[in-house]
Nanobody, 125 residues
Framework: QLQLVESGGGLVQPGRSLRLSCAAS????????IAWFRQAPGKEREAVTC????????YLADSVKGRFTISRDNAKNTVYLQMNSLKPEDTAVYYC??????????????????WGQGTQVTVSS
């Protein structure tokens, strides 16, 4: 069974950090472009960050530049999202996704081939 499972979400105070993990089973992540999306209540899903399978180039939304970092550990078949200096506006359900397409397409279409179940991140004092 092909599956992505996120973990690491939770409640955190503004200014603190969280690291989300996305573990794949049933397929090998290093052949796919991996993206993190988020969706806040009443808002559309948005691409937060992405790393292309072809050349490792990354994309970061302007709202998270300098604070969030995507990385992949192919040996563990896992992708990570390191989130620093969290803000209340970062509150959302975060999803990881795997796609055949490259980041330039994925971040625009917000479409992917495989999706995780999502993990809630709440930033509040």
């Amino acid at each position: 069974q092909l599956q992505l499972v996120e973990s690491g979400g939770g409640l955190v105070q503004p200014g603190r950090s969280l690291r989300l993990s996305c573990a794949a089973s049933g397929f090998t992540l290093d052949y796919y472009t991996i993206a993190w999306f988020r969706q806040a209540p009443g808002k559309e899903r948005e691409a937060v960050t992405c790393i292309s399978s072809s050349d490792g180039r990354t994309y970061l939304a302007d709202s998270v530049k300098g604070r969030f970092t995507i990385s992949r550990d192919n040996a563990k078949n896992t992708v990570y999202l390191q989130m620093n200096s969290l803000k209340p506006e970062d509150t959302a359900v975060y999803y990881c996704a795997a796609a055949i397409e490259q980041c330039a397409t994925v971040v625009v279409t917000t479409l992917a081939d495989y999706w995780g179940q999502g993990t809630q991140v709440t930033v509040s004092s």
